[in-house]
């Protein structure tokens, strides 16, 4: 059988074969037994090659960074996760959005809309613009069902910030990235000589995005919010979804609460939901029982600390549009042959 790195490169070299991104970077950490891989270009039209040094838009991945933060303070007693946030920061407009507290937000069961298109009105003055976000109505009363909600996480991110007085870059830097020396990580614009590309956006006004946030209402809100934001390369993420599996920075009631389901029956959810990571949902993580994310530009990581294993997928899919190709498939096969690696499936 092959070792575990021709096995890792293969699997990226056929993903290019079939088009789905011009360049990916990939790692699995196994018991200690560390891989990492490259393949593709920058871009269709910038042939530098992905190699260590290449940074991705992660998109959604961005929101277990947050989540790492905020339950990282509530762990040091700096926030409250059942207070309702109405105390220290009103966020969305309707019946019961008093009662909406971060751990609803980080959960996806706040009532909050899926998304927002406050982005399209560029008449808004940049300092207005949060505000109009957080006041946007609730699609359904708090606790009450769950839905994947961008606008929550830019609301727990605007919570974490107003009770410590700090941003949410400097909370990063001091909860995650300078623990576990993540060098690469950090929100954008960053050196786009470095950065794969994602795609043009003349909806929103952009040529092709290469350094800048994918996201629109991310850039729209300047870029350092919840949802998304934070670029980073597949070592340094693949570092931190490792450090689920070890006691290198989470205190053992974060780790519990970013690794446990949080959801009941009642939410409706077909998988578990913990804060900030995703149970056991086969749209990524195909047969594996195990925790993590998604980003919609391409990028997912994995861990599963029974096991030891923890795995990093780092594409740019929508390069350079984001219709060209699908990678549900793509990312079930990487997880569980990354499972396999493991023993687990």
């Excluded at 700090?166 to 995650?176: A, F, S, Y």
């Excluded at 290198?248 to 389901?261: G, L």
Aim: net charge negative.
């Amino acid at each position: 059988m092959d070792s575990i790195q021709v096995q890792l490169q293969a699997l990226l070299e056929d993903g290019l074969e079939q088009s789905l991104y011009s360049g990916a970077a990939a790692g699995i950490v196994v018991r200690g037994e560390r891989h990492i891989a490259y393949a593709g270009t920058h871009a269709q039209d910038d042939l530098t090659p992905v190699r260590e040094d290449t940074v991705f838009d992660l998109a959604s991945v961005s929101k277990t960074f947050t989540a790492a933060v905020i339950t990282r303070l509530a762990a040091q007693g700096r926030v409250n996760l059942d207070e309702p946030v109405a105390t220290v920061l009103p966020v969305g407009k309707g019946p019961g959005a008093e009662w909406i507290t971060l751990r609803m937000l980080l959960t996806h069961v706040s009532g909050l809309p899926a998304e927002s298109f406050i982005w399209r009105d560029f008449s808004t003055p940049p300092g207005e613009r949060m505000r109009a976000l957080l006041a946007t109505p609730l699609q359904s009363a708090p606790d009450e069902v769950y839905r994947y909600s961008c606008v929550g996480y830019i609301a727990a991110g605007a919570v974490a910030e107003r009770v410590t007085g700090r941003t949410l870059p400097l909370l990063l830097d001091e909860l995650v990235t300078q623990p576990l020396n993540l060098t690469s990580v950090r929100y954008g614009p960053v050196d786009p000589a470095r950065a794969a590309a994602t795609e043009a956006q003349p909806w929103a006004g952009t040529g092709m995005l290469q350094g800048e946030v994918h996201d629109e209402l991310n850039r729209y809100l300047g870029g350092c919010v919840g949802n998304a934001g934070l670029f980073g390369s597949a070592e340094d993420v693949l570092t931190f979804a490792e450090s689920f599996t070890d006691d290198r920075i989470f205190e053992s009631q974060a780790r519990t609460w970013m690794t446990s389901n949080g959801l009941r029956p009642h939410h409706g959810s077909a998988f578990g939901q913990a804060l900030g990571p995703a149970l056991n949902d086969a749209d990524f993580l195909g047969d594996v029982e195990a925790f993590g994310h998604v980003g919609f530009t391409g990028t997912m990581w994995l861990a599963d600390p029974t096991r030891r294993l923890a795995a990093v997928l780092l594409t740019n899919n929508v390069h350079p549009h984001r219709d060209h190709a699908d990678l549900t498939a793509f990312r079930q096969r990487f997880s569980n042959w990354a499972a396999s690696r493991a023993g687990a499936i």
